[in-house]
């Protein structure tokens, strides 16, 4: 009973219900005659409109992968200035802000697989798979950071390879003749050169780094962050499910549960960095951003692929924990008075505040509380990113909200708050989403675009560049930038249930995923819940918005104004 009480209550919460007639007819009038320059503003989007950002979009991308097709491939990205291809930075290995990305495997090329398929484009995804497929190998003298290896290459070919395969033909028949599962195989041989990163460790916490020939470097250090060791199990854990073998998913999820046995006694959180073989903590600040992000996403993205009731049982731990040690700000978001719902990073043992910036990784969070049903709370510090948006054209890396300053100035082209506003406005169809999308896309094409592509803004003030185009810009920002306003999108009108991966690639919900081959080594007492994670994936095909909050603002205009008043925008 309680378990279907507390599924009745997410799938309300999810679809937005907001039920009683005293608390509709309140929010009706707070809109009533339409005067308000917010309403005004963002209570409507026309078709005409929309078809156009759809074609911005979609012009977006092609600007940036076909000047790196040009320019840069089979190097891994595209220096978008220089009209260049970027590879590994081999003179200075600790150069680890390239060296843990770049790996010397046409990077940008197999991350942008599935963003093709997204477009509609199924001739140049089978051309790009069979690039792939013949010039692509592993075996190089290249150190990368495990988690970048994970979520960037072995994800999208596992992504690509479902989708090719797929008996249900989401986006058509894309599958070509001769298709021998190479794509599954490539992920496989990626898979066990990343394997050594769990041996001798005495945690079975991962190192952070290995060399895809000769394995963990003598050099390697014991520290890695909570993030890159706790974010490896949805796609080591689908590759166990594909090929029958449970090692990659065992690995990733010991990981798991050694960092969550780590937590803390006082307080449920955890810290950012951890001694991989003493299990101490070396960095004790607890936030949502870098270095923490994905473990959170990934507990509960494991669990609605998986249905492994352990998965869940530790992301609503975490989630409480949160709640009532990061959140700042009125209990409410769109009522009551008090300063705007804030995350804010704190010692993991003690609950208290370390700084006063937030990161823009953060921003993913209003997407991971829209798939969790808590649509109100990511309305509120959505709302809270996007107007540092709007005031910079971009999110700074660090932003001090006590300052309201940038710590940190630049941006990467990433994709968090573009995330995050997709699955709001897939949750809620409000059109002041597509407004915030248009936003964004705007910006990027004037701020952003160089000769051969998107350029890194070194200065989000200036708006000075630096020449680099990572590869999340085209598997991400484009693709969730493309689907907010493609509202006919095989994503959105097939019967199949999708997620996506912390890379942006897409993942169906399928029973596959759920059948085990082999007995959990680990057991739990009480076994998967087979439907109910199933059922959280509505999210993606819910229209039960009332038609009282689908035409008005999302958050009242009073407490949008205080949020623009918070980060200086007047």
Known sequence: FKQCKALLNLLLSICGKVGEESHKRSYLSFFDGNKDEYVRRYSSFPDALRAKMKGMAKEMFYFGYDNYMKYAFPEDELNPIDCEGRGPDVLNPSNININDVLGNYSLTLIDTLDTLLVLGNVTEFQRAVKLVIDTVSFDKDSTVQVFEANIRILGSLISAHILLTDPKHPFGKVGFEGYDNELLHLAHDLAVRLLPAFENTSTGIPYPRVNLKTGVPPDSINETCTAGAGSLLVEFGILSRLIGDSTFEWVARRAVRALWNLRSNETGLL????????????????????????????????????????????????????????????????????????????????????????????????????????????????????????????????????????????????????????????????????????????????????????????????????????????????????????EDNPLHKSDNKYIFTTEGHVVPIDKRFRDKQWNDLYPCKEGPLNYFASSLSLILQCNRIPEERRYTLPLKSIYMRQIDHMVGLF
């Open 271 to 486: 810290g950012n960095v951890v001694n991989i073989q003493t299990g101490q903590w070396v960095g004790k600040q607890s936030g949502l951003g870098a270095g923490m992000d994905s473990f959170y996403e990934y507990l509960l993205k494991s669990y609605i692929l998986f249905g492994e009731k352990e998965d869940y049982r530790m992301f609503q731990a975490a989630y409480e924990s949160i709640q009532n040690h990061l959140r700042r700000g009125r209990e409410s978001c769109n009522e009551g008075e008090g300063d705007p719902p804030l995350y804010v990073n704190v010692n993991m043992f003690s609950g208290e505040i370390m700084n006063t910036w937030i990161d823009s990784l953060q921003a993913f969070f209003p997407g991971l509380q829209v798939l969790n049903g808590d649509v109100d709370n990511a309305i509120c510090l959505h709302a809270f990113y996007y107007a540092i948006w709007k005031r910079f054209g971009a999110l700074p890396e660090r932003y001090n909200w006590q300052l309201q300053a940038p710590d940190v100035l630049f941006y990467p082209l990433r994709p968090e708050l573009v995330e995050s506003t997709y699955l709001l406005y897939q949750a809620t169809k409000n059109p002041f989403y597509l407004h915030v999308g248009m936003d964004i896309l705007q910006s990027l094409e004037k701020n952003a675009k160089v000769r051969c592509g998107y350029a890194t803004l070194h200065h989000v003030v200036d708006k000075s560049k630096e020449d680099r185009m990572e590869s999340f810009f085209l598997s991400e920002t484009c693709k969730y930038l493309y689907l907010l306003f493609d």
